[in-house]
C-alpha cells in the first residue's frame, strides 16, 4: 500500500502564490510518474502537471509559464509550486502516482486525499 500526504493548499489571493507538496511512503520500489490534478464539483478531474522519475514534465495549456512541478525522487516528493494564482484556479487538487511496489511486477496507481486551493479576493 502506498500512502499520499498532501499539504500547502489554502486561501490566497489573485496573483499570489502557492506551494503544494505531496509526499508518498509505503512499499515502495520505484516511482515512475507523479502528478497533479484538480476537480471542481461536477466536473471531470483533469491533469494540471505531471513529472516522471527522469524530470519530464507536462502541463496543461491553462497553467504554463505559472506553475512548475517537481520531484525530489530520493525522498519520494513532488510539489508544484503555483504563480501568478487566478480566480479559475480554485478547485481541489489532487496528488497522483504512478509506482512499482516492493513484491509487485506491475504499476499501481494511487490518489491522494485532496487539497483545496481556493483564490480569491
Known amino acids: 500500500q502506498v500512502h499520499l500526504v498532501e499539504s500547502g493548499g489554502g486561501l490566497v489571493q489573485p496573483g499570489g502564490s502557492l506551494r503544494l507538496s505531496c509526499a508518498a511512503s509505503?512499499?515502495?520500489?520505484?516511482?515512475?510518474?507523479m502528478g497533479w490534478y484538480r476537480q471542481a464539483p461536477g466536473k471531470q478531474r483533469e491533469l494540471v502537471a505531471g513529472?516522471?522519475?527522469?524530470?519530464?514534465?507536462n502541463y496543461a495549456d491553462s497553467v504554463k509559464g505559472r506553475f512548475t512541478i517537481s520531484i525530489d525522487n530520493a525522498k519520494n516528493i513532488v510539489y508544484l509550486q503555483m504563480n501568478s494564482l487566478r480566480l479559475e484556479d480554485t478547485d481541489v487538487y489532487y496528488c497522483?502516482?504512478?509506482?512499482?511496489?516492493?513484491?509487485?511486477?506491475?504499476?499501481?496507481?494511487?490518489w491522494g486525499q485532496g487539497t483545496q486551493v481556493t483564490v480569491s479576493s
Open positions: 497522483n502516482i504512478r509506482t512499482r511496489l516492493v513484491g509487485r511486477s506491475y504499476d499501481e496507481i494511487y
Open positions: 509505503g512499499s515502495i520500489r520505484s516511482i515512475n510518474a
Open positions: 513529472i516522471t522519475n527522469a524530470g519530464r514534465t
